[in-house]
């Protein structure tokens, strides 16, 4: 099993994070926020991750420490899940439509963290979330796990549709990108590492 573990204590946040990127997509989680713990979940659910996410952040200030040191610890876990990153496929591709929006996941493996974000968020909030913090989130997450990381809108309106289609199609372009390939002798790189 593939799994990383996170625990991470700060003066705004103090999270307890779990993860196996071999998972059947369990999920238990609980930040506070609750349109962000739907899109963890589904994350998981999508990215076949069995995970477990225990935070507790300064809400009374507002919800960007909390999602951004999320971010954090899931990159973290991720990467400590991948280890050497053996026989991996290495990349992973997806598109997905949730009613009227459609949103692209494009993400590397490579140990070289970038993120590429393409979408305008019409509206300011959706539930108790700034949708500013979509691409917070995405970032840290990107820079701590050495994702090169593309999300791109192509068509949509609902916030909460478009949201939903990039966590869902996250999930699924990392479980793409994880998994093992028998054919592939090391690393998937001329360079013989990531």
Known sequence: MREGSV??????TQINLKINIDGKGDCTVNTGIGF??????????????????????????????????TGIALGLAIR???GDKKSIKRYGTVFV??????????????????????????QQMVGQMDTQLVEEFFRAVAFNAGITLHIKLLHGSNC?????????AFGRALDEATKIDTRIVGVMSTKGTL
Not at 7 to 12: C, G, M, V, Y
Not at 47 to 64: C, K, R, T
Not at 97 to 122: G, H, I, K, Y
Request: charged share 25%.
């Open 7 to 12: 625990i991470r204590n700060t003066k705004e």
């Open 36 to 69: 962000f713990d739907h899109m963890l979940v589904l994350l998981a659910k999508h990215g076949l991750i069995d995970a477990s996410f225990e935070v507790n952040g300064d809400l009374h200030v507002d919800a960007h420490h909390t999602v951004e040191d």
């Open 80 to 82: 400590q899940a991948l």
């Open 97 to 122: 439509p949730m009613d009227e929006a459609l949103v692209q996941v494009s993400l590397d493996l490579s140990d070289r963290p970038f993120l590429v974000f393409d979408a305008c968020m019409t």
């Open 160 to 168: 909460h549709h478009i949201i939903e289609a990039m966590f869902k």
